[in-house]
């Protein structure tokens, strides 16, 4: 028997097994979910709106059809939050901003968030994000700081922090996340779940972001059989994105084997613990990260230490990301750049600096990268990283503490490069260091080739809570 309070820390799947048998209901379930982020919330600040009525709503017509023996969808019942960067018909997406108006009608739903709907999913609430997504931490001047499940005066990382810390604190089992250099695949990694940034263009996007083709939408979960269903449900095309992909041929979810071992049997991986000794990487992360890689060599895979062939990309990353941000903030007057982020500010600036021909010039660089990478990947099926050489330092910074970068770039070296080449990439939880924090390993994998990392991650099953 399922206690109640037990419910929160269910995968999304063991909650569809719980309603097909009669177990429990959706209603049960979105209750306990909404119980649990009232009781973490005030320590996380994860939610930017808590949609209780409507939520509750959801989930009676859900528990009605699951009684009648015709559930809507793949997700009917399950509780999923959305990162407040994206549409969400109802209610405001404030995108942690100051100078965006609660006023209007907001009638319209993102892409992924009308497919959600679309299966039944229960959506509890929107989640906290950095101003407009744009650094590698989540606090912004209008939602504040969101704290890390594991320690709450760390940082969950970003900038889908507050997505990543409801799904590591049992606030809905699955979360829609966007990720422009790492947004996904950080703050799963410091809060240790699950976060996979798809191919650009599996999940249509509307409106189109001001990044441009660095960002993508993706799922945030506990394992990846939750992550697969849910990109089940969010892929495909969709009229108002011309980037967006057809469907796949086959469901994410049935391509993973029962066995883990089928999925990993023959894989080809390249194992980069450092980029050629370009990144320092923290012992202990370096560490768990190589046991990691040696579990999918127990299982049948093909490892070795490989690199790819890349200087770090950085400064094509800052031309395209600071003319992105330039482009979020020539639309302010004078008074709305003062409600800004200084950092957004500043890095706002630097890019309407910028000519025509350096932006060219980055985009060259960009597709020479991308060739670089599909050539590594006729040798390799993945090449396997640290998600980032650290673990979660203290919040309400953008960069840890002592000499270094100023800004969140210097220290996410393995997660912006794809952002670039459009890859899907995933972070799994593969242990924690000495305090307790989690410790990512980063899977990547050719373009189109989802379901590859997927199969990988699955080696790793099911992760606890924070």
Wanted: proline residues 8%.
């Amino acid at each position: 028997m399922t206690e109640p309070s037990e419910l929160p820390d269910l995968t999304a799947r063991q909650l569809l097994s719980g309603y097909r048998a009669g177990t429990f209901s959706p209603l049960d379930a979105t209750r306990a979910v909404l119980a649990r982020i009232e009781a973490v919330e005030p320590r996380l600040n994860a939610f930017v709106r808590i949609d209780t009525e409507a939520a509750l709503t959801q989930a009676r017509a859900a528990t009605e059809r699951w009684r009648a023996g015709e559930p809507q969808g793949l997700l009917d019942g399950v509780p999923v939050s959305v990162k407040d960067l994206l549409l969400q018909a109802g209610g405001p997406t404030l995108r942690g901003s100051n100078t965006v108006s609660t006023s209007g009608r907001w009638e319209e739903d993102a892409p992924a968030v009308a497919r959600l709907r679309e299966h039944g999913a229960v959506l509890v609430g929107k989640t906290t994000t950095p101003e407009f997504g744009w650094k590698g931490v989540t606090d912004s001047p209008r939602t504040g700081i969101t704290r890390n499940p594991h320690d709450a005066a760390r940082t969950t990382g970003g900038s889908s922090g507050g997505s990543a810390a409801a799904v590591a604190a049992g606030a809905a089992p699955l979360s829609l996340g966007t990720d422009g250099g790492g947004s996904i695949r950080i703050p799963a990694s410091f809060c240790g779940v699950l976060g996979l940034k798809p191919t650009y263009g599996r999940v249509p996007l509307h409106p189109a972001s001001a990044f441009g083709a660095l960002a993508h939408v993706g799922p945030i979960a506990r394992d990846a059989a939750d992550a697969a269903l849910l990109l089940d449900v969010i892929s495909g095309a969709d009229w108002r994105d011309p980037t967006a992909l057809e469907p796949p041929a086959r469901s994410y979810a049935a391509a993973l084997p029962e066995d883990p071992a089928a999925g990993v049997k023959g894989l080809r991986v390249a194992y980069s613990p450092s980029f050629g000794g370009q990144v320092a990487v923290h012992p202990e992360v370096a560490a768990a990260v190589r046991a990691a890689v040696t579990r999918l060599a127990d299982l049948g895979a093909y490892v070795e230490e490989a690199d790819p062939d890349f200087a770090d990309p950085v400064d094509v990353f800052h031309t395209l990301w600071n003319a992105g941000a330039a482009h979020i903030v020539a639309r302010l007057g004078a008074r709305q750049r003062e409600l800004l982020d200084p950092g957004l500010r500043e890095i706002a600036a630097q890019g309407a600096r910028l000519s025509a021909l350096e932006l060219l010039t980055a985009e060259t660089a960009r597709t020479g990268l991308g060739h670089r990478m599909a050539r590594f990947h006729q040798r390799y099926d993945l090449l396997a990283t640290p998600t980032l050489p650290i673990t979660a330092f203290a919040a309400g910074r953008e960069t840890p503490a002592g000499p270094g970068p100023r800004r969140w770039t210097g220290w996410t070296p393995f997660t912006y490069p794809f952002n670039l080449t459009q890859q899907p990439a995933v972070s799994v939880p593969v242990g924690t260091d000495a305090d307790g924090l989690p410790i990512g390993l980063q899977l990547i994998a050719a373009r189109h080739r989802d379901e590859v990392a997927l199969r990988a991650a699955a080696a790793f099953g099911e992760r606890p809570r924070g």
